[in-house]
């Protein structure tokens, strides 16, 4: 079983039982807003998303749990993985407001980054952020990521259009 072990928190694989937690404990933040995942789902979504995990899990995604004193607090994935042109995506979610803004979120990055380029063999991986996302593209910019573009106006969200910010990482840029 994958298991990368960081300093506060660490990465591992997902049971079910995982992400019915996730999924019963994510609290939408009205003052830093993400894009809503699950808002209004049931349970049964939330083993929709396990059986989904699974059956991308190492083909097209690498998703793990993050852990906290041995309690899931979120996840971290690799996705839409290219392996022809050693490319992926990365995003990330911690459930609950209150484990939000501690580092927790910055030092899985940094994990599942180390794991993409020195491990898997990826060259490039890419993110993006809602505009209004401050928090995520502090994170982003602080493991290395640079600003690669703006497209205006993509989301509708909340009754209100906001720019997707893109950002980019090479794995000579990575310096952890």
Known sequence: MLKLQGEKIY??????????????????????QTEPLNIGHS?????????????LQGNQNLRLGIFL???IIGDVALQNIDIKNRSCSIGI??????????????EAIVLIL???????????????????????????????????????KAVYFGGKKYDRIHY?????????
């Open 11 to 32: 990465l591992a694989v997902m049971e079910k039982a995982d992400c019915r937690k996730v999924w019963e404990d994510f609290e939408f933040d009205f003052e830093n």
């Open 43 to 55: 349970v049964e979504k939330a083993d929709e998303w396990f059986d989904e995990i699974q059956k």
């Open 69 to 71: 004193n041995n309690e």
């Open 93 to 106: 979610g911690i459930a609950k407001i209150e484990n939000r803004n501690k580092g927790y979120g910055r």
């Open 114 to 152: 180390k794991y993409a380029f020195k491990h898997f063999g990826m060259e490039r991986v890419c993110a993006n952020s809602l505009e209004i996302n401050i928090s995520a593209q502090k994170i982003l910019e602080k493991a290395g990521f640079k600003l690669e573009g703006r497209e205006r």
């Open 168 to 176: 980019g990482l090479l794995a000579e840029e990575f310096k952890y």
